[in-house]
């Protein structure tokens, strides 16, 4: 790890790696793309480091944390999706008033770019067993040439109103979406019935 750091000659790269890695664990490759996404879409959307972000990551592996450390887009703050497609993929936009359109930008890792990488390509492709301590540096100085972006419309969705019901069978409080009076959980039969 040491030696990947001192190859980031790039200082702005080593402080979002630095803080990256005690949040995810370790720097792994997925999360380094992450940062590279993230500052693509920063570029893109002309967003400065205090700008709301609101990001939909396409799967659960390594990419959402840098969202979430370094642009502050949480799950729980819900500047965070995840809509598992099982890609490396990322779309982000700023924030804009409720009800209208705002122009994001979908990013993601092209596998005809990390096909000119055949050790990165076969990390991306799962077709071999590669270390990240092998991939992070051609990832590195392979840089934002990986990836492919194309500009795109998104709704702002208004707020649906919160009401909180007591659910009829456990007797717990649950947020009711639709007038139901069970909870989610008791509907399922996945807790006490
Ligand atoms: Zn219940």
Not at 17 to 38: C, D, N, R, W
Not at 83 to 110: F, N, Q
Not at 139 to 153: C, H, K, N, P, R
């Amino acid at each position: 790890m040491e030696e990947i750091l001192k190859k980031i000659a790039d200082p702005e790269m080593l402080s979002q790696v630095e803080k990256v890695v005690p949040f995810h664990g370790y720097l792994s490759t997925g999360a380094l793309v992450g940062i590279q996404m993230l500052n693509i879409a920063r570029r893109v959307l002309e967003a400065s480091e205090g700008d709301r972000l609101f990001v939909t990551c396409e799967t659960y592996n390594c990419l959402p944390d840098p969202f979430q450390v370094l642009a502050g887009a949480t799950i729980g703050n819900k500047g965070l999706k995840i809509m598992d497609h099982g890609k490396m993929a990322v779309t982000v936009s700023k924030r804009a008033p409720v009800g209208t359109k705002v122009t994001g930008v979908r990013i993601m890792l092209d596998p005809l770019k990390t096909a000119r990488y055949s050790r990165l390509h076969a990390w991306f492709m799962k077709t071999e067993k590669v270390p990240h301590s092998e991939v992070v540096p051609i990832l590195l100085s392979a840089g934002e040439s990986l990836y492919t972006w194309e500009i795109v419309d998104l709704d702002v969705p208004e707020k649906p109103r919160k009401e909180i019901a007591i659910c009829e069978c456990c007797k717990e409080s649950f947020i009711q979406k639709d007038g139901e009076t069970f909870c989610l959980s008791c509907m399922n039969g996945s807790t006490r019935s």
